[in-house]
């Protein structure tokens, strides 16, 4: 728990960029793993996550996280900079996605305001053995390097070049120097030091003298202080003054000395062995860094546009507002005292209202609208994972990535596509034998498509392995009784489907993956809280083909009221193919009671609202009522209402959770408010059929 | 109010800095998030002070800061580093960076370190 920063928008950024860099760190390996080993600019990239990772967790006091996240940016600093050859790419991708995970999980942490107390020792400790077996697998490079640095070591006073061997100054100093505790780097500041000093002195002499190359210069300076020892003409105070003006000053020592003694005494010692270079050559070493150019594709995209981040209450209120504006200006509009007065400026400018809002509506929505790659792009690292765990060889194939949902149903959609996923590899996706075999290709391939199709979102998990057995499907069937209809009455496709169904599972053992029977319940429990549909069908021997149908948005649909008795029912426009008076011999009724209708040579059921609800309504005679074709799931019936009111864009209401659990009414999926005040219900035609 | 640049690639590391500056009384003119960015504002905004990070994309700070102090050699640029950046913060005080800071930073440091530099003339 952080307890430096409390405030919350620290937090929030802190989890939400680290977040993104993960997702982009891990991209990033598994396409490296693709492409055999690490490009320089993949290197340069992870480091460069890493870094800032550090840094990060390091300032919200996450001790754990900035420690692994050090321990990969000191391995990714060797690779930069040494560019050894002989690394086991493998053995890195592994390391990195374990820190991956690692990270994910303590971010969970952060999030739900746990305690983060993850070990990441053993993780770093890896690491650190893998690092130093490459180092010495790859030390004739390594020693080079030191040799140099041991030539140019020396160095450690500073002559002005026009006064080479005696100097005629007037003024000799010697200072020393204490830095306030903590600044860290005093072996730097003492740098700093020096280097500004050279504009006003011409002898400069300090100690310790390594401040340069050896860190450990900073724990001397520490506890014995840094001195200096210097020749110049300017006076006391303005030496003083410079001196005062060093960040972190705890403490200062000038002393002006008489003569020039000691200093040629300490000069004298060090002269046998000293060289004219500048200081500025012992540098050459560092900074690599700018050399490399970079080619950053996917932050150099979002670089171009201008983008903020909002947060999601935000959005989920305004979406409120616009709901409310719509009832709203229904009420205006449709107010029953306007009712039938000539108004010809009135509607106009109700018109203009109405064009206004319905643009608000759509911009709101698609605010909202976030595109499905993240979430599809998610699921590269299962494949991986999974194939390397089972042993199979797969590729995964994303199709329509751009496709747009909303934000809220985004969520929901990220661990039932995990588990279809990883259906698809546990049960479809055969081992490579039995592929080879089979006469298909050794690697499967796994297909995540989406696509629109009309107010709803298509997507489709698709693998090109052995498919669903039917028998084996019927007999789990049977042995559960989850048998609704029978055998010889299903289409395939009817029992396919029976794979849905709670407690269903043909697989015989159960694995760490599935086999438990809960994950395809799960999954449609998920779908059908977000207003979807799950189907699937199959080839045996060739593919299984599962579908997601999931609607654009939830909260505002076109609706055609209608009227039966004295209550409102609102029927989805989408929903609707057409509507007409019936005549009285149209309909025929069958030997069990249920009534029926054709149309054009089809056989349509027909459902009597008032006798379905209950309601009370003088209009019961066929003739004096109105029928709606409506159609879900390819499956259409007709609707027998008692007039139509008039098509209304509606905002859907959820039922209150008091009626919901009170009593469970079949066939309606929300509530509103129409323009006159009154509730009116509206239908859920899949639940009716 | 003195006005400052801050560059770093973190947008983490610009929020926290941002804070501690908005609380002390300094105006934060601008923000980048790389090196060339970081040039390009400084010679727009020209700020009295630039916070600027090491390691960053596209652009280095120690590139970053060769370049500002051609367009301005009285520039006033403190760098931003972590532990083990030594050697590039010593490349970047003898480029004529003023001073650094070390990642993580206290409050205390950040303003300490700024107030210094601006009073150095």
């Not at chain 1, 972190?248 to 010692?269: A, R, V, W």
């Not at chain 2, 005080?93 to 370190?113: M, N, R, Y």
Request: charged share 25%; proline share 3%; glycine share 6%.
């Amino acid at each position: 728990m952080s307890s430096y920063y409390s405030n919350e928008p620290m937090l929030d950024m802190f989890i939400f960029e680290t977040s993104q860099l993960i997702e982009q760190l891990e991209t990033s390996i598994l396409s490296s793993e693709k492409s055999s080993c690490y490009t320089q600019s993949a290197i340069n990239e992870i480091f460069r996550i890493m870094h800032t990772i550090k840094g990060s967790s390091a300032m919200m006091m996450f001790e754990n996280i900035s420690c692994l996240a050090h321990a990969i940016e000191d391995l990714f600093y060797f690779l930069r900079e040494e560019k050894p050859q002989k690394v086991d790419c493998a053995v890195i991708s592994d390391l990195v996605l374990e820190s991956i995970d690692f990270i994910k999980i303590e971010i969970e942490k952060v999030k739900n305001g746990d305690t983060v107390d993850g070990k990441a020792i053993s993780l770093i400790d890896n690491i650190e053995v893998f690092l130093s077996s490459l180092k010495q697998n790859n030390a004739s490079s390594a020693s080079a390097d030191t040799k140099e640095n041991n030539d140019v070591r020396k160095q450690q006073y500073y002559i002005s070049p026009d006064r080479a061997n005696s100097s005629v100054a007037k003024n000799t100093f010697k200072a020393v120097i204490f830095f306030e505790e903590g600044c860290e780097m005093e072996n730097i500041r003492a740098y700093a030091i020096i280097h500004h000093l050279k504009e006003l002195a011409d002898e400069v002499f300090y100690t310790p003298e390594d401040i340069i190359d050896n860190d450990n210069s900073a724990q001397v300076i520490r506890k014995e202080g840094f001195s200096i020892y210097l020749k110049t003409d300017c006076p006391y105070e303005k030496l003083h003054d410079f001196f005062m003006q060093t960040v972190f000053l705890k403490k200062l020592e000038l002393t002006q000395m008489d003569n020039d003694d000691e200093l040629k005494q300490i000069c004298g010692e060090k002269r046998e062995d000293s060289n004219q270079n500048s200081e500025e050559q012992v540098l050459h070493n560092g900074d690599k860094e700018g050399k490399s150019t970079f080619n950053n594709e996917i932050k150099a995209a979002s670089a171009q546009q201008s983008i903020i981040n909002v947060s999601v209450t935000k959005l989920d209120k305004l979406m409120d507002l616009v709901g409310e504006m719509v009832i709203a200006e229904a009420m205006v509009v449709q107010n029953p005292d306007l009712k039938g007065l000539q108004l010809d400026n009135f509607q106009k400018a109700a018109r203009q209202l109405n064009k206004i809002t319905s643009e608000m509506q759509d911009m709101v929505m698609s605010i909202r609208m976030v595109p499905l790659s993240a979430s599809f792009h998610k699921m590269h690292r299962i494949v991986r994972d999974m194939c390397r765990k089972l042993g199979k060889e797969a590729k995964l194939e994303i199709i329509g990535e751009e496709t747009e949902v909303d934000k809220n149903i985004i969520e929901h959609i990220s661990d039932p596509l995990m588990h279809l996923v990883r259906n698809a590899l546990d049960h479809g996706i055969e081992s490579t034998e039995d592929r080879q075999a089979a006469g298909k290709p050794q690697t499967a391939t796994i297909t995540l498509e989406a696509k629109n199709a009309g107010s709803d979102v298509l997507i489709i998990v698709k693998d090109d392995g052995k498919g669903l057995n039917k028998e084996k499907i019927l007999e789990k069937a049977r042995k559960n009784e989850l048998m609704q209809k029978a055998e010889s009455d299903m289409t395939d496709k009817e029992i396919y489907n029976l794979i849905f169904l709670p407690g269903f599972s043909t697989k015989d053992n159960v694995t760490e993956f599935s086999g438990r029977g809960v994950g395809m319940d799960v999954v449609t429990k998920n779908i059908e809280a977000v207003g979807g549909s799950i189907s699937v069908d199959s080839t045996p021997g060739n593919e299984t083909a599962i579908t997601l149908k999931i609607p654009l948005t939830l909260a505002i649909i076109d609706g055609m009221n209608i009227k039966v008795g004295n209550s409102r029912y609102t029927i989805p426009t989408i929903s609707i193919q057409e509507s007409f008076r019936p005549k009285e011999n149209d309909i025929v009724s069958d030997p069990d009671g249920n009534e029926m209708i054709m149309v054009r040579g089809q056989c349509y059921p027909v459902i009597r609202l008032h006798e379905h609800f209950g309601v009370k309504t003088e209009i019961e005679e066929f003739i004096n009522g109105i029928l709606i074709m409506v159609e879900s799931e390819e499956k259409a019936f007709c609707i027998f209402a008692d007039e139509l009111l008039g098509q209304q864009q509606v905002v859907v209401k959820t039922l209150p959770n008091y009626i919901k659990n009170y009593k469970n009414i079949n066939g309606l999926s929300g509530c509103t408010l129409l323009g006159d005040g009154s509730i009116s219900l509206i239908l859920d035609i899949g639940e009716l059929v | 109010m003195k006005r400052v640049l801050i560059a770093d690639d973190a947008a983490f590391m610009r929020m926290a800095i941002k804070t501690i500056l908005d609380k002390n009384g300094f105006e934060v003119v601008g923000e980048a998030e790389n090196g060339r960015i970081a040039v390009r504002k400084f010679e727009e905004l020209k700020p009295d002070i630039v916070t600027m990070d090491i390691t960053m994309p596209e652009m280095t700070g120690l590139e970053a800061l060769k370049s500002i102090k051609k367009i301005d050699p009285g520039a006033k640029v403190i760098m931003i580093s972590a532990m083990g950046q030594e050697v590039m913060v010593m490349e970047a005080i003898t480029l004529g960076a003023k001073s650094f800071i070390v990642k993580p930073f206290k409050e205390g440091h950040v303003i300490k370190t700024l107030n210094k530099v601006l009073l150095d003339i």
